[in-house]
Structure formats: C-alpha cells, structure tokens
C-alpha cells in the first residue's frame, strides 16, 4: 500500500512539474519564432495547465480504465467550478469580463450539457452509456471551433496592441530540453500515478470513479488552482476566471474527445449527479456572473455558496465510497 501511495504522489508531482517546464519551454520556443503573448496564453498556457488531464485521461482510455478517463475530467470540471472559483472569490471577488459572459462562460455550460448528453445515452433510449468514436470526433470538432475563435481574437488584440520586442531569457536549444524534460515527466508520471491510483482503490475497496473523481482530479487541477489564487493575490482576477473557463473547456471538448476517439467511454461507475453537479457548477458561475449582486462580479458571499458546494459534493463522495 505504501508503495502504491509512493507510486501515485511522485507521478502526481512529476506530472504538475512536467506541465510547467513543458509550458514554458513551449513558451520560450514561440516566443523565439516572435508569437505574441497573448496567442501563447490562449494556447501553450492554456493547453499546459490542462496537461496532467489529458495524460491521465489518455493513458487511461489506452488502458481501458475509463472510470479514471471519464472520473477525472468531470471532478476536475467540478473541483474547477466550484473550489477554485471559490476560494479565489473569498480571496477578491472575481470580475467577469465581458468576452466571459457572452462567450466564454456561455460555451462552458454548453460544453458541461454536451458531456452530460454524450454520457447518459440512456437517458434518451440507449441500451448503455458509452461516449462513442463519433462523440469524441464532435467534440474535437466543437475544440477546433473554440480555438480557431480564440486564436483569431488573440491574433486581432495583438494587432490592435502596441508592437514591443519580447526578451528571450532562454536559449532555444534550452528550451527545447526543457520541453522534452517536460514531456518525459508527463508520460512517465502519468502511467505511475494511473497505475497508483488504481493499485489503491483496488486494495481498498474503493472504485476507481471515487480515486477519480476526489483525489486525481484535485491533484490534476492544482496547477489552475495555483493561477487562479496567484492571479486573485495579484487583482488579477479576469485572469483567474478565464483560466478556469477555458481549462473546462478544453477537458471537456479536447481531452474527453481525444480520449473518446482512442477507445469508446463507458460511464462505468461515474454516477449521474456526478454529471449534475458539474452542469449545476457551470449553470451557478454563468448566473452569478450574469445575475449576481454585483455587476460583472462574483462576490466573497457567491464564493462561500461556491466553495460550500465544493465541500458537500466531496463530503457525499466520501461517505457513499
């Protein structure tokens, strides 16, 4: 058991770790071909605080394991929603920007009721639920529409922006060790912290979805987690809001559909109100934005609501493992 536990926290740490030097060697890289920053953001950061997801939720499905495939995406979602947005709130109320309320938190609550369509087939007829081949190319198809639409936003906001010189600190060939350093750690830490987090809910008794649906998915979003609070510690709060919107996003339509296109998801032991809550976690930040007592804002009382949320769902996830 110990060593299970071992196994499942130095993948974890190697898989945070990895993200970070993979990004910002991805960063500096771009950033030697002259990519404007905000392009960057959009993409390589994006993509790289939502890297432990995807390699979790990849070699899973190439494993077969789908509750962790599928468990891991939604309790991200969840934990994203609910805890980050929370507890960033308490810390400064989070603004919302215009972008986010008409575009943005919109297409994440779309996202959440997609998945909660695709997993659910049952629901409407099926004999099971499973999120096909042919779900997972939709959603993909869904990523490719929201990244063309951010890169072309980034790229008129670059345009618009005063042209500066960006400082390189890092050498290209730097660089790209760092991001292949980055890589390793990410493959090697995910097939570890997979294999970790199985051999414990085996040896427990617990279900995969539960390993899941807690403990990897808290573990996987600790790097938004850290953007987020670092962002509200520094006012930077739209920063903390669209990092969590477009880390949901991106699990849902690039991740789960890439999972989806390797290997067919069936739901497994995900249970419906998982679905629910992360619809319910969408549904709550759109109308608190939209809605909320103050103007364009969530507030540190909307952040107890929130972070309140957070604490029941895990509370029931403990007590019915």
């Known amino acids: 058991m110990i060593l299970l536990i071992s196994k499942f926290v130095v993948g974890l740490l190697l898989i945070i770790k990895g993200a970070d030097w993979l990004t910002d060697g991805a960063s500096n ?54 805890a980050i947005v929370g507890i960033t709130a308490l810390i400064c109320p989070v603004a919302c920007s215009k972008g986010n309320i008409r575009y943005d938190v919109p297409l994440c609550l779309l996202a959440s009721i997609v998945l909660f369509v695709m997993a659910n087939d049952t629901l409407l007829g099926a004999s099971k639920d499973v999120i096909s081949r042919s779900d997972g190319i939709v959603l993909l198809c869904f990523m490719a529409v929201f990244l063309s639409y951010s890169i072309t936003i980034a790229i008129n906001s670059s345009n618009n922006a005063s042209d500066e010189k960006q400082s390189i600190a890092v050498s290209i060939g730097k660089s790209v060790l760092l991001f292949l350093i980055g890589l390793a750690g990410l493959i090697i830490g995910g097939e570890w912290l997979v294999n970790g987090a199985s051999g414990i809910a085996a040896s427990m008794g617990v279900s995969e979805s539960v390993i899941a649906l807690t403990i990897v998915a808290a573990g996987t979003s600790f790097p938004e987690l850290m953007t987020s609070v670092m962002a509200a510690h520094k006012g930077d709060t739209d920063m903390a809001l669209g990092n969590v919107v477009g880390s ?4 849902i339509f690039f991740i789960l ?21 992360l619809v319910v976690g969408a549904v709550m930040i759109w109308v608190f934005c939209r809605f909320g007592r103050k103007y364009h804002h969530i507030t540190k009382t909307e952040g107890v609501i929130l972070t309140m949320c957070a604490i029941i769902y895990y509370i029931r996830a403990i007590i019915e493992a």
Request: aromatic share 6%.
């Open 248 to 251: 949901n996003i991106f699990n």
């Open 257 to 277: 559909g890439t999972s989806a296109t390797i290997s067919p998801l069936h739901r497994g032991n995900i249970a419906i109100t998982d679905f629910l809550t």
């Open 29 to 82: 890289i771009a950033r030697c071909f002259n990519v404007s920053s905000l392009v960057i953001g959009l993409t390589i950061v994006a993509f790289g605080t939502s890297t432990p997801e995807l390699v979790v939720s990849v070699i899973s499905s190439i494993k077969g394991q789908t509750d962790l495939a599928i468990g891991n995406v939604v309790g991200s979602n969840i934990f994203n929603s609910l």
